[in-house]
Every structure is written in C-alpha cells, then in structure tokens.
C-alpha cells in the first residue's frame, strides 16, 4: 500500500498519516463520535483492495480513501439511527454458530500461537476495548514500544497479513482433512 502512495516509503508514512488525520477530522466534523473506528475500518477496506486497484487506478490515491470513509460513515450512519429509532429493542438476534465458523476460530487460535509472543500480545491487545478506551488503549501501546501510532498501525496491518494468510492455510488443510475423513 505504501508503494501505492510513494515510491519512498518515508514519503508514503507521512503521506498516510495525512490521510488518516484528514478523514478523522472530516468524520469529526460529520459529529462522528467514532472517528477512530471509522478511520480503522477505512483503512482495513482500502488495504485489502490495494492490490486490485492499485494498477488501474488514475488519480490521487488519497481520494479513494476519501470515497471508502463516506462509505464507511454512511453505514455507520445506518446502524446508529437504527439504534436511536429503536432504543428499547434488542438487535436482531445472532445467528446460531456454524460448523464453518467454529473452523475459523479454531484456525484463528491454532495462528494466534503460531505468533511470537510479542505479536501476539500486541494483536490481542490492539482489538480488545470499544469505543475511547480503544482509542486510548492503542496511544498506550505505542507509547509503550516508543513509536508513532502510525507505525503501530502498519505493525499491526502486517501481523493481520500473517494471520489471514495462516488462516486460509490451516481452513484448506481442514477442508483436506476433511474430505479424506468423508471420503
């Protein structure tokens, strides 16, 4: 992604970082409370995306960002007047768990130890609150290893990389197992 931004990849961490601080404060403005949430989902979508549109697409990257994030806040938009429409009502209830999902966790927690402790640790901590203590949570972590919230970012963006590949391993060697079982 970094490469999509800059080819100096100093250039493209600060390039980031002014993208990331731009769709925060638009989302601010927009008297979103979850500013950081939204940006982290923006994030996480382009991410994911960067390699198909990175070699067809003509512009300013940073407007992409942009389009992802009114996207992004628009679906929260969504949920949050759902929930002010219906504040006495539960929402809808969970599906029930599927043997599909119970592999995916198993494979999550089978990667999760494959991780050195440190990642680990970071990983779990870096998801584990809601809302400002979130927010708070991952300023500590950086400060704690005495970086920048942006290059903890990109640290843990790479450590989802590593799981997400270990993931879709381990769910094709258990789909292998079990067709062998089956078959």
């Given at each position: 992604?970094?490469?999509?931004?800059?080819?100096?990849r100093e250039?493209?961490?600060?390039?980031?970082?002014?993208?990331?601080?731009?769709?925060?404060?638009?989302?601010?403005?927009?008297?979103?409370?979850?500013?950081?949430?939204?940006?982290?989902?923006?994030?996480?979508?382009?991410?994911?995306?960067?390699?198909?549109?990175?070699?067809?697409?003509?512009?300013?990257?940073?407007?992409?960002?942009?389009?992802?994030?009114?996207?992004?806040?628009?679906?929260?938009?969504?949920?949050?007047?759902?929930?002010?429409?219906?504040?006495?009502?539960?929402?809808?209830?969970?599906?029930?768990?599927?043997?599909?999902?119970?592999?995916?966790?198993?494979?999550l927690?089978?990667?999760?130890?494959?991780?050195?402790?440190?990642?680990?640790?970071?990983?779990?901590?870096?998801?584990?609150?809601?809302k400002?203590?979130?927010?708070?949570?991952?300023?500590?972590?950086?400060?704690?290893?005495?970086?920048?919230?942006?290059?903890?970012?990109?640290k843990?963006?790479?450590?989802?990389?590593?799981?997400?590949?270990?993931?879709?391993?381990?769910?094709?060697?258990?789909?292998?197992?079990?067709?062998?079982?089956?078959?």
């Open positions: 992604m970094l490469e999509w931004l800059d080819p100096d250039r493209a961490g600060e390039r980031f970082e002014e993208i990331r601080s731009r769709v925060t404060k638009i989302l601010v403005r927009r008297q979103c409370y979850e500013a950081e949430e939204l940006w982290d989902v923006t994030g996480n979508r382009v991410c994911h995306r960067v390699e198909e549109i990175a070699r067809t697409y003509v512009g300013d990257p940073a407007l992409y960002f942009y389009g992802v994030a009114r996207l992004v806040h628009l679906e929260w938009l969504k949920d949050e007047k759902w929930k002010r429409e219906r504040p006495e009502a539960e929402p809808p209830p969970r599906p029930e768990p599927n043997k599909e999902l119970e592999r995916i966790h198993a494979c927690d089978k990667c999760l130890q494959e991780l050195d402790q440190e990642d680990r640790e970071l990983i779990l901590k870096y998801y584990e609150k809601e400002r203590a979130k927010i708070d949570q991952r300023k500590e972590l950086a400060d704690e290893r005495g970086i920048t919230l942006n290059t903890l970012r990109m843990v963006h790479r450590i989802n990389a590593i799981l997400e590949k270990c993931i879709v391993a381990c769910l094709d060697e258990s789909s292998e197992a079990s067709h062998v079982l089956a078959g």
